[in-house]
Each structure stands twice: as C-alpha cells, then as structure tokens.
C-alpha cells in the first residue's frame, strides 16, 4: 500500500501562488507515475498533472503555462507549483500515484487538500 498526504492548499487572491506537496509512504518503489487531479463543487474530479517515473509531463489545458508538476527521485514527495491562480481554479487537489505491487496494478489517492482563490 502507498499513503499519501496533500498539504499546501489554503486560500489566495486571483493572481497569486501556491506550492501544493503531496508526501507519499509505504510502497513507494511500486509507483510508476503520479499526478494532481482537483474537484470543484458541482463538478467530477479532473486530471490537473501527471508525472512518470522517467520524468514525463503532461497537463490539463487549464494549467498549461501556469502549473508546474515535479518530484523527487525517490517518488518521496511530488509538487505542484501553481502560478498566476483564478478562481476557477478553486477546488479540493488531490494526490494519486499508480504502480504495480505483485504485478497487479494499483491506484492510491490521498485525501485531498482545498485551494481557494478569491476575486
């Protein structure tokens, strides 16, 4: 089993940053990618980022530009830098790390943590 813990989120004016971290333990060698998906009031939980093991970006056309996903080489901790923040941006981010334990595909998603922009 992998654990996940968001930190990071709180809230900020249209315009400004926030640094999310998403603390990963357990199975961590396991884990092949790992990405940040949001889920505003109302709506389904969406991909934000994603990041693999060889180091592979990708984002959500909402983020391009603005979000910055990275990680540590040891899948210890992942981040994502978020500039220039709207309030469409509000939402809970949450963590998510795929891998494989006993060759059998795995998923784990952390709790979430709440980013709030305001206008």
């Known amino acids: 089993q992998v654990q996940l813990v968001e930190s990071g989120g709180g809230l900020v004016q249209a315009g400004g940053s926030l640094r999310l971290s998403c603390a990963a333990s357990?199975?961590?060698?396991?884990?092949?990618?790992m990405g940040w998906y949001r889920q505003a009031p109302g709506k389904q939980r969406e991909l934000v980022a994603q990041?693999?093991?060889?180091?592979?970006?990708n984002y959500a056309d909402s983020g391009k530009g603005r979000f910055t996903i990275s990680r540590d080489d040891a899948w210890k901790t992942m981040y994502l830098q978020m500039n220039s923040l709207q309030p469409e941006d509000t939402a809970v981010y949450y963590c998510k790390a795929d891998g494989r334990i006993l060759s059998t595909p795995q998923t784990f998603w952390g709790r979430g943590t709440q980013v709030t922009v305001s206008s």
């Open positions: 357990g199975a961590i060698y396991s884990i092949t990618s």
């Open positions: 990041i693999t093991e060889g180091g592979t970006t």
